[in-house]
């Protein structure tokens, strides 16, 4: 079933698509069948352009990334979960260099939380993946550089991915509420977990995509493309949990 997600994921994505509409052109360029030749190019470009297009990348991000507003108002709460993103340890670096823009965002949120909850506790969370150090313990050290106090701060580092991130945060919290911190385009598929697992989850969405209206004289750029993207992923990830929750 993991391979299975992983190799959709994977291919069911604008480039790789745009990729396989160009091997299919090129192959019927062998057969010297030039008709359809041109005709899965110019579909391939077609696609490409569409979805690296901004009115057409935001449309697609924008219900995932407002499906829940931001926190202004703040619960009182004592928890505030972080869910893990991605870093690449390298002792060169600070550690702002060494955490992923993603990561970043999603601490500074919940920097932002915690200084405004003088009895909150931070929970950063993810394991390593193919680097040495857990994402958990990158962001416990971008922490204390920061002055929070060690005995504010949990790790969990052993989840691979949000469902254990979750078993975790249960079995740790119970029936406690607290504040849950990840991008807003991933927000709905994270609550989604959460909320099958019954876990008391007050979302703090950060690091939107979709920030400015969308241009319709802008150029397509790379940038929309990883928009678009992110949007097939989610899509396709919030399914997943759906097709997963009905067995």
């Known amino acids: 079933m993991f391979f299975l997600k992983k190799l959709i994921s994977g291919f069911l994505m604008p480039l790789p698509i745009a990729l ?17 030749s041109k005709v899965f190019i110019s579909i391939s470009l077609l696609w490409l352009f569409l979805f690296s297009y901004s009115p057409i990348a935001n449309r697609l991000l924008f219900p ?7 926190l202004k108002t703040i619960p009182q709460v004592n928890y505030i979960v972080v869910l893990g993103s991605g870093h690449k340890t390298n002792e060169h670096l600070s550690i702002t260099s060494q955490l992923n823009t993603t990561a970043l965002n999603r601490f500074i949120e919940a920097y932002r ?5 003088p ?19 990158m962001q416990e050290k971008l922490a204390l ?9 949990i790790t969990i580092s052993k989840p691979k991915d949000t469902k254990e991130e979750a078993l975790a945060i249960k079995e740790l919290l119970k029936d406690e509420k607290f504040i ?18 019954n ?3 007050i979302p703090a969405v950060t690091n939107h995509l979709t920030k400015d209206k969308a241009d319709f004289f802008s150029r397509p750029s790379g940038f929309n493309l990883y928009k678009s993207e992110v949007a097939f992923h989610e899509y396709i990830g919030i399914l997943w949990e759906k097709i997963k929750a009905s067995f």
């Open 145 to 153: 550089e920061l002055k929070i106090k060690k005995e504010d701060i």
């Open 64 to 70: 995932l990334e407002y499906s829940y507003k931001a």
């Open 180 to 197: 849950l911190v990840t991008s807003a385009s991933y927000m709905k598929r994270a609550m989604l977990i959460f909320n099958n697992l």
């Open 119 to 137: 009895n909150a506790k931070l929970i950063f969370s993810g394991y390593g993946g193919k680097d040495k150090t857990s994402h958990a313990f």
């Open 199 to 201: 876990l008391n989850a």
């Open 20 to 36: 396989i509409l160009l091997c299919i052109a090129l192959f019927f360029l062998h057969k010297k069948s030039y008709f359809k």
């Open 113 to 117: 939380l915690y200084k405004n909850l």
